[in-house]
Every structure is written in C-alpha cells, then in structure tokens.
Nanobody, 124 residues
C-alpha cells in the first residue's frame, strides 16, 4: 500500500486561502485515483474532491466547487488541495486518500490508503 502524509493545515480567517499537500511514499502515485475527504467531530467523513491518475479529470462536492482546486504532480508523488474563499463551515480535519481504480470515485470504501489528516480551522 501507499503511505500518505498531509501537511499545510492551519488557522485562517474567513475569505482566506490555504494549500494542502499530500506526499506519497512506498508506491508511485501515478497509478492511483486520489481524493480529499474531511471530517468534523461527531460527523461522518465526507467527500471533498477527487482526481484521476493523469490529473486531467476532477470532480468536486457541491459545497466546495468553484472555491477548491485539486491537482497532482506525479513526478513529485504529491497531490494538492488549493482552498480559496474559505468559510467557517470548511473547518475540519482534511484527509488525503488513494484508490486503485480506473475511474473517478467518491465512495470512502474504494479508498484503501489514508493519511493521518491535517487540521484546517477557519475563523469568522
């Protein structure tokens, strides 16, 4: 399995931006569909966005579409999440995930590898 480590979280004011990174090791990232999920206390982990192996196809949840951008650099084994126009409702622990699939997927169960998460806090 691939090992994933997220970074880039922190505290930001509403309207601000953050860029999360997810670095993979153990396997080459280019064979995985990648995604970002997020979770707040007492709630289920929810899908945020996903990107295919080559990076030319993406899908976003309605709550972040137009504000967040997922991208990947397979040469660096890294996936990014650029988050703009942040809102207090975006406050959560953000997780990077990898799936051995040949299609985009939003189902948590399809992702076999997860990072430890990085906290994003948006103040009002």
């Amino acid at each position: 399995q691939v090992q994933l480590v997220e970074s880039g979280g922190g505290l930001v004011q509403a309207g601000g931006s953050l860029r999360l990174s997810c670095v993979a090791s153990g396997r080459t990232l280019s064979t995985y569909v990648m995604a970002w999920f997020r979770q707040t206390p007492g709630k289920e982990r929810e899908f945020v966005t996903t990107i295919n192996e080559s990076g030319d196809s993406t899908y976003y949840s309605a709550s972040v579409k137009g504000r967040f951008t997922i991208s990947r650099d397979n040469a660096k084994n890294t996936v990014y999440l650029q988050m703009n126009s942040l809102k207090p409702d975006d406050t959560a622990v953000y997780y990077c995930a990898a799936a051995r699939r040949s299609y985009l997927t939003t189902a948590r169960g399809d992702f076999g590898s997860w990072g430890q998460g990085t906290q994003v806090t948006v103040s009002s």
